[in-house]
Each structure stands twice: as C-alpha cells, then as structure tokens.
C-alpha cells in the first residue's frame, strides 16, 4: 500500500478541481451570457460548430495526444536522465509542435469552407454557413496557442506542478465574456464577438503558461533534431494515442452532424447539456485523470508494478465516490439547474425542456465517461496507447449506429443516450484488457465501496427531489426564491451523501477527511485507505 503515493494523487487532484471548479464557474457564466444574448438557434449553432472545428483540433494534437505521449517519456528522462538531456527533449518538442501546429492553422483558415460543407451538411441557409466560415476563419489560430499550452500543462504536470494549466482555460472564459459584453453592439453579426474572444483567450493562455515554466528552468527554444530518440518514442505512442482522441471526437460530430438535420436548435440543446455533464467531470475526474497519469508514469518508470495497480484502484474507487452521486444529482436536479442557468433573455422553457431531455440521457453514462478518463492513463504509462484505440474505435462503431437507431424516436435526447451507452461499452472492454495488460486490481474492496456509494447516491437523490419540489420550474422571476430552494437541495443532497457514506463506513470518505484535516492518521473503518 503507497500511502505517500495516494496523498500525491488525492492532492494533486484538489488542485487541479479547484482551478477546473473556478473556469467551471466562469465557463457558465460564458454560457450563461451566451444564452441570454443569443438564445439557442441558428447563429449558435453556427458558432458551436465553428468553435467544435479548432477544438477538437486541439483535442487531437494537443492534450489529447501530445500530453500523454510526451509525459511517460520526459518523466522517464527527468528520472533517468541529466537536466541537460531534458531540456533538449522539450526543445525539440517545441520546435516540431509548433511547426506541425502553424501548418495545420494555416490550412484550417483557408479549406474552412470544405471543413464547414463536411461537418455541418445540415445547415442550408447560405447566411448560415456564410457565418460559420467566417467564425472558423476567426477562432482557428487558437489551436496554435492551445496546442503549445498542451505542451507546456505536459511539462508543467510531469514536474508536479497542475495549477497553472488548470487555471489557464479560466482566461478563455473571461476573453469570450468581455468580448461579448465590449463588442455586441459594435459587430454587424454580434455572435461574431464570441470567435474574437476565442481567439484572444488562446493568445492568453498561453501567454500564462511561460512564467511558471521558467520558474521550473525550463525554456522553450528552437531545435531542429528531430530525429531525437525520445522524439521518435513519443511519435510512435503519439499515432495510436492520436487515433484514440480522432475516434472520441469523431463520436462528438457523429452527435453534431446528425443534430443537423434535426429541428433547429438540436445542436445547442446537446452543447447546453453536455456543458452541465463537464462540471462534475473537470471538476474532479478530469482533474483526477490529469493527476494519475504521472504518479502512473513515476511508479511504472521505478519498476514499482504492485504500487502502480494499488494506485489504479485507488484512483477508481476515488471516482466511483464522486461520480455516481454526481450522475444521479445531474438526473434529479436537470431541470431546476438549467432553469436557473439558461432560462433567461431569449432561451424559453421550450428550451429549457428540451437541454432537460438532452441532459438525462448524457446524464446516465456520467459514470462511464468517468471510468474511461481514469483507466485510459493507466495503459498510457506503460506506454500502451494502442489497446486504448481498439477499444474507442469499438465505442465509436456502436454510438454510429445507436445514434441512426435512436434519433428517429428519441430525437436529439437519443443522440445523447448513444453517447451514453457507447461510453459503458467503452468503459467495460477497458476494464476487461486493463485486468489481461495490467494486472487485477483489488476488486473486492472497489465493488464493497460501489456498493456503498450507490446506496448513499439514491437516498441523496431523494432528499435533494424532494427539497427543490418546493419551488416552480417554469416561467422566470422569483429568482432568489428558486436560488435558495436548490442551493438548499443540493446542500441537503451532499449532508446526506456524506452522512451516509459515513455511516456506511466508506473508505474513501474516511482518506479524504483526513487529506483535508491535513493528516493522515491509523485507519478508524474497515477497508479504509
């Protein structure tokens, strides 16, 4: 048992959802000037599909690929290897990445009309796809600074250092607000302040990053070797790790594409939605994930395999504790939240109805998005970043035809409900390989604290139904009242969580507790960390 090894985990994790928890806050009050500026019709769709493009870009060559293949291999070095050595490795990076990064800028601005055509064939009013070129055109040199920020939160992370990166999104969300509220009245299409802001906010980013990695004596220069040995490694995790975040994204415009052929607005409502789904996940098991990965990278590059699966265990118990009763908050909560959210200016409670719909349904595979950005690390630190690709792509199949299946009755709910189902098939081969690549984890303990969880989760959903039950969900006004009755809900949902888990003698509640009382003391339950 590595108890030093779970604090820097469980640690790691509080700061990272703590920066997350701020842009999560700041990234609503985005929406939340979205909606009430511009509703839930043609010009967002046209800017969500517009900004979805640089994105997911990023997604791919960013973070997405770029971070977990260049981790396991720069910890290995700063483990193994001079300073020297590792700074040469984070030049080359540079170098590549940028040069890579400029010419996939440039060819994004200029083929956007092409790349518009693919992604959204739904949309057939010429001022429409007229709109959704030119904001493609606006926010596409963010996936040039986001891409370098990716590789700074790379370094940033593998020296233990996670709050700047995490912090960093939080300036977006204040770029596209002050865009908006400064140059709404200025613009001839006022949605077109949104891309100005996105594009600000990479610039930003950025800009963010450079002062704690010089901090860390590290500095980005250009070197041109790119035949380096550890550049060649990282290229080789990069394709499949690629792939993987190519098939996760090509699950998200599965989801955008056929929305657009469905009643206007679709697209927004599944945004809004997922947009709510992201809270829980960034705040905890994003941030989690971003933590695993080099403690995982630390343990497997020292030899130290049995600590490495106990981590792994640990890490999943941690996100069982949190998601579960998340998922079932989401659920209950939905309509109460997005009332009080989005129901403002022109989003109407058709609206409203419809993201609720949209919400339940991405709201039941809460749990396996979950599972899936904390056991997808854990092949990634022994350098596995195929089997993670053979699972996604089996994912991205069955949500293709799931979508196909349940779009005609469901609508755009049964495009989310795809989502969901296609993320439990992914979650389930991940453990089944992780048990064959790995090794066991320690199950009984896991389904003992499941067990707890999901008893603690539904007695919660009870209480906090019932306590927003007390207020009306339809027409606006009457907002302090609404405030408090789901600020009360949600209060009595989580005193009710965590006395029940206590109860119930949770481990996982008992090592949080005494993380926060800033000691670690002998464990009081049985099964406790």
Same mark, same amino acid.
């Given at each position: 048992?590595? *108890?030093?090894?779970?604090?820097?985990?469980?640690?790691?994790?509080?700061?990272?959802?703590?920066?997350?928890?701020?842009? /999560?806050?700041?990234?609503?009050?985005?929406?939340?000037?979205?909606?009430?500026?511009?509703?839930?019709?043609?010009?967002?769709?046209?800017?969500?599909?517009?900004?979805?493009?640089?994105?997911?870009?990023?997604?791919?060559?960013?973070?997405?690929?770029?971070?977990?293949?260049?981790?396991?291999?720069?910890?290995?070095?700063?483990?193994?290897?001079?300073?020297?050595?590792? !700074?040469?490795?984070?030049?080359?990076?540079?170098?590549?990445?940028?040069?890579?990064?400029?010419?996939?800028?440039?060819?994004?601005?200029?083929?956007?009309?092409?790349?518009?055509?693919? @992604?959204?064939?739904?949309?057939?009013?010429?001022?429409?796809?007229?709109?959704?070129?030119?904001?493609?055109?606006?926010?596409?040199?963010?996936?040039?600074?986001?891409?370098?920020?990716?590789?700074? &939160?790379?370094?940033?992370?593998?020296?233990?250092?996670?709050?700047?990166?995490?912090?960093?999104?939080?300036?977006?969300?204040?770029?596209? +607000?002050?865009?908006?509220?400064?140059?709404?009245?200025?613009?001839?299409?006022? +949605?077109?302040?949104?891309?100005?802001?996105?594009?600000?906010?990479?610039? +930003?980013?950025? *800009?963010? !990053? @450079?002062?704690?990695?010089?901090?860390?004596?590290?500095?980005?220069?250009?070197?041109?070797?790119?035949?380096?040995?550890?550049?060649?490694?990282?290229?080789?995790?990069?394709?499949?790790?690629?792939?993987?975040?190519?098939?996760?994204?090509?699950?998200?415009?599965?989801?955008?594409?056929?929305?657009?052929?469905?009643?206007?607005?679709?697209?927004?409502?599944?945004?809004?939605?997922?947009?709510?789904?992201?809270?829980?996940?960034?705040?905890?098991?994003?941030? @989690?994930?971003?933590?695993?990965?080099?403690?995982?990278?630390?343990?497997?590059?020292?030899?130290?395999?049995?600590?490495?699966?106990?981590?792994?265990?640990?890490?999943?118990?941690?996100?069982?504790?949190?998601?579960? =009763?998340?998922?079932?908050?989401?659920?209950?909560? /939905?309509? =109460? +939240?997005?009332? @009080?959210?989005?129901?403002?200016?022109?989003?109407? $409670? !058709?609206?409203?109805?419809?993201?609720?719909?949209?919400?339940?349904?991405?709201?039941?595979?809460?749990?396996?998005?979950?599972?899936?950005?904390?056991?997808?690390?854990?092949?990634?630190?022994?350098?596995?970043?195929?089997?993670?690709?053979?699972?996604?792509?089996?994912?991205?199949?069955?949500?293709?035809?799931?979508?196909?299946?349940?779009?005609?009755?469901?609508?755009?709910?049964?495009?989310?409900? %795809?989502?969901?189902?296609?993320? &439990?098939?992914?979650?389930?081969?991940?453990?089944?390989?992780?048990?064959?690549?790995?090794?066991?984890?320690?199950?009984? /303990?896991?389904?003992?604290?499941?067990?707890?969880?999901?008893?603690?989760?539904?007695?919660?959903?009870?209480?906090? $139904?019932?306590?927003?039950?007390? %207020?009306?969900?339809?027409?606006?006004?009457?907002?302090?009242?609404?405030?408090?009755?789901?600020?009360?809900?949600? %209060?009595?949902?989580?005193?009710? $969580?965590?006395?029940?888990?206590?109860?119930?003698?949770?481990?996982?509640?008992?090592?949080?507790?005494?993380?926060?009382?800033?000691? /670690?003391? =002998?464990?009081?339950?049985?099964?406790?960390?």
């Amino acid at each position: 048992m590595n *108890a030093m090894e779970h604090d820097r985990i469980a640690r790691a994790a509080v700061v990272v959802g703590s920066a997350t928890l701020l842009s /999560r806050v700041l990234g609503y009050a985005r929406d939340v000037v979205i909606a009430y500026f511009f509703g839930a019709g043609w010009v967002t769709d046209a800017f969500f599909v517009a900004f979805r493009i640089p994105n997911t870009l990023r997604r791919l060559f960013g973070e997405g690929s770029m971070t977990v293949s260049f981790i396991p291999v720069y910890t290995a070095y700063l483990v193994h290897r001079a300073k020297e050595e590792s !700074q040469e490795l984070v030049d080359v990076a540079f170098t590549l990445a940028s040069s890579v990064l400029m010419v996939l800028t440039i060819l994004g601005m200029v083929f956007s009309p092409q790349i518009v055509a693919v @992604l959204a064939p739904g949309f057939k009013d010429p001022k429409q796809v007229e709109l959704t070129i030119l904001m493609t055109r606006i926010v596409f040199p963010y996936l040039f600074f986001i891409g370098l920020v990716a590789l700074a &939160m790379g370094i940033l992370n593998a020296h233990r250092h996670f709050a700047a990166p995490a912090l960093a999104p939080t300036l977006l969300n204040l770029s596209m +607000i002050a865009c908006a509220f400064l140059l709404f009245r200025r613009l001839a299409q006022p +949605i077109v302040s949104l891309a100005i802001g996105v594009f600000f906010g990479g610039v +930003i980013q950025l *800009a963010f !990053q @450079l002062p704690f990695l010089i901090k860390k004596g590290v500095m980005f220069r250009f070197n041109f070797h790119f035949l380096h040995p550890a550049i060649k490694r990282i290229c080789i995790l990069m394709v499949p790790a690629l792939l993987g975040v190519a098939v996760a994204q090509i699950n998200v415009f599965v989801g955008q594409i056929l929305a657009s052929f469905l009643l206007e607005g679709s697209i927004s409502f599944l945004y809004y939605a997922y947009r709510l789904i992201e809270f829980p996940l960034g705040i905890f098991v994003i941030a @989690l994930g971003t933590a695993v990965l080099p403690s995982f990278s630390q343990l497997v590059s020292e030899g130290k395999m049995e600590e490495f699966r106990d981590a792994i265990s640990f890490s999943v118990r941690l996100v069982i504790f949190v998601a579960v =009763p998340a998922m079932v908050g989401l659920i209950v909560l /939905r309509k =109460p +939240i997005i009332h @009080l959210l989005f129901q403002h200016g022109a989003f109407d $409670y !058709q609206d409203t109805l419809k993201t609720a719909r949209a919400l339940f349904y991405f709201g039941i595979g809460l749990w396996a998005i979950a599972g899936v950005r904390i056991l997808v690390p854990a092949f990634y630190a022994v350098q596995d970043t195929k089997t993670p690709v053979k699972m996604a792509v089996v994912s991205l199949l069955a949500n293709v035809g799931l979508s196909l299946v349940l779009m005609g009755p469901l609508k755009h709910a049964g495009l989310a409900l %795809a989502n969901s189902l296609a993320s &439990m098939i992914n979650v389930c081969l991940l453990l089944v390989w992780l048990r064959r690549g790995i090794g066991e984890i320690d199950w009984p /303990r896991t389904i003992r604290s499941l067990i707890q969880v999901v008893v603690a989760s539904i007695v919660m959903g009870w209480v906090a $139904y019932w306590v927003v039950g007390n %207020a009306s969900w339809v027409s606006p006004g009457h907002w302090g009242g609404k405030i408090f009755f789901l600020a009360a809900g949600i %209060a009595a949902g989580v005193f009710t $969580y965590i006395s029940i888990s206590y109860l119930l003698r949770n481990g996982e509640l008992s090592f949080l507790m005494e993380m926060l009382r800033g000691r /670690r003391r =002998p464990p009081r339950f049985e099964g406790e960390i």
